[in-house]
Nanobody
Framework: QVQLVESGGGLVQAGGSLRLSCAAS????????MGWFRQGPGKEREFVAA????????YYSNYVKGRFTISRVNGKNTVFLQMNSLKPEDTAVYYC????????????????WGQGTQVTVSS
């Protein structure tokens, strides 16, 4: 079993930055690809970014590409999401996920999920 705990969310003005962290514990997570998803008010959960087990490959949705950066420190079982140039439409609950069931990391189908952290961007 794997436990994921997100932190770093909060309220920020448009154009600002936040850095989300996801701390993993339990089984060895360094062998898993991990991802970030988000769910805005009245919307379905959507893919944000993903990173393979080594950190050598990263994937981004078109909505965040060029503004967000995903990274991981395997020795600390932690994944980060650096979010820059935030927009009001980035407002959502952000979820960390580990161990995708499919090779398409953008699919909303991972074995482990965190509880989420709220990000609110004011205009």
């Amino acid at each position: 079993q794997v436990q994921l705990v997100e932190s770093g969310g909060g309220l920020v003005q448009a154009g600002g930055s936040l850095r989300l962290s996801c701390a993993a514990s339990g089984r060895t997570v360094r062998i898993y690809a991990m991802g970030w998803f988000r769910q805005g008010p009245g919307k379905e959960r959507e893919f944000v970014a993903a990173i393979n087990w080594s950190g050598g490959d990263t994937y981004y949705s078109n909505y965040v590409k060029g503004r967000f950066t995903i990274s991981r420190v395997n020795g600390k079982n932690t994944v980060f999401l650096q979010m820059n140039s935030l927009k009001p439409e980035d407002t959502a609950v952000y979820y960390c996920a580990a161990d995708p069931r499919y090779s398409d990391y953008q699919r909303n189908d991972y074995n482990y999920w965190g509880q989420g952290t709220q990000v609110t961007v004011s205009s």
